[in-house]
């Protein structure tokens, strides 16, 4: 089964097939999850994006949820090595973060 066939199983089978989960909303959460399982643990993973969920649901936009929840999770600074972004721990800090205005 593909992604795009377990989002329609999924979605169908929660009543809420009238969802429009593109793929640029699908990758603001897959980073969003890959961001908090690195930065956090992995369980972070899908309970933050299911709280990031809720969010949307009382009304902030994903991608000022999801921008949020990733600053949170991936501080600028990292206080292990005192490296200003991260840029030793694996490149560019901002690749996969979602902006505030990404998706509405």
Same mark, same amino acid.
């Given at each position: $089964?593909? %992604? ?6 999924? !979605?169908?089978?929660?009543? =809420? &097939? &009238?969802?429009?989960?593109? !793929?640029?909303? $699908?990758? =603001? ?6 961001? @908090?399982?690195? @930065?956090?643990?992995?369980? *972070?993973? /899908? %309970? !933050? !994006?299911? %709280? ?12 000022? @949820?999801?921008?949020?929840?990733? @600053?949170? *999770? $991936? ?6 090595? #005192?490296? /200003? #972004?991260?840029?030793?721990?694996? #490149? &560019?800090?901002?690749? #996969? ?8």
């Amino acid at each position: $089964m593909t %992604l795009d066939e377990w989002v329609r199983s999924v !979605t169908a089978e929660l009543g =809420i &097939d &009238d969802l429009d989960l593109d !793929t640029d909303r $699908m990758h =603001i959460l897959l980073d969003l999850a890959r961001d @908090a399982a690195h @930065a956090v643990q992995r369980p *972070a993973a /899908p %309970l !933050t !994006t299911f %709280l990031v969920g809720v969010a949307v649901g009382r009304g902030q936009s994903l991608g000022a @949820a999801a921008a949020r929840a990733t @600053a949170l *999770a $991936m501080p600028d600074d990292d206080p292990d090595t #005192g490296d /200003p #972004g991260g840029e030793t721990a694996g #490149g &560019d800090p901002t690749v #996969g973060r979602a902006s505030p205005g990404d998706v509405p």
